[in-house]
């Protein structure tokens, strides 16, 4: 499956992009799917080719997160949408299917940080940086293993892999997580869940040209609507 322009303009891209595929350009990406070689290998723009700008990038999901993205098309559209990044006004919504039962709605607040003894992965660690999400339940599945809980993450900072930190961190760890929900869990998980579960579904920010507030959203993909679907069915 390809990455799906949404919406376009003579500012910006917003693409859905499928799970499998890497986001930025890496040493290491030489056989792998590239949201950024893609869209500049199929679309003109002036900031198509830009390194310094990785063409117009401007934040990233995880390989396994399916969901949206923005990508600028000009350099003042790049400064103003990651300007907009930093001082925390884009509001952003993850979907997660999670292990056990959660709070109906809780905040996570917790300083992350590159692992010492695990440089590919990040975790919870003092002298981290600030970190900062939101939650709330929005469906229990009763089940083995105490079941699942599917949530709507809203995190208010952008560190990287902050919510799958976040869900280990209050003893919740995201269904088929093969860094943070242990190597057996994740192991049985793809039994029934193929991915990790977790897809960006709703994006809202300041528009960088006109000044308008935008927002998109993206179903739930469904390779990870059928995992819900099969729980469901199990439940009655």
């Not at 093969?178 to 793809?190: L, M, S």
């Not at 960088?208 to 439940?235: C, M, Y």
């Amino acid at each position: 499956m390809e990455p799906k322009v949404i919406f376009q303009d003579d500012s910006l891209f917003v693409v859905d992009k499928p799970a499998g595929w890497i986001t930025n350009e890496a040493d290491t990406t030489t056989t792998q799917p590239v949201l950024q070689s893609w869209i500049r290998n199929n679309f003109d723009y002036p900031l198509k080719g830009n390194e310094e700008c990785r063409d117009g990038i401007v934040h990233r999901l995880d390989k396994e997160t399916s969901g949206l993205l923005i990508v600028a098309k000009t350099k003042e559209a790049f400064e103003k949408l990651q300007s907009e990044f930093k001082s925390r006004q884009v509001q952003k919504t993850y979907v997660a299917l999670l292990h056990g039962r959660v709070e109906p709605e809780g905040k996570i607040e917790a300083t992350v940080g590159r692992l010492p003894w695990r440089r590919d992965r990040f975790g919870v660690l003092p002298g981290g940086r600030a970190s900062v999400s939101e939650y709330k339940l929005i469906e229990f599945y009763p089940g083995e293993r105490g079941g699942y809980s599917l949530v709507e993450f809203h995190p208010k900072t952008g560190r990287t892999h902050q919510i799958r930190i976040h869900a280990k961190h209050i003893g919740h760890a995201i269904v088929s997580d093969e860094f943070y929900a242990g190597r057996k869990t994740a192991r049985n998980d793809r039994k029934f869940c193929p991915r990790l579960f977790l897809h960006a579904g709703a994006i809202k920010f300041t528009h960088p040209t006109n000044g308008k507030v935008i927002e998109f959203k993206s179903d739930l993909p469904d390779d990870l609507g059928g995992v819900l679907n099969n729980l469901r069915k199990n439940r009655v």
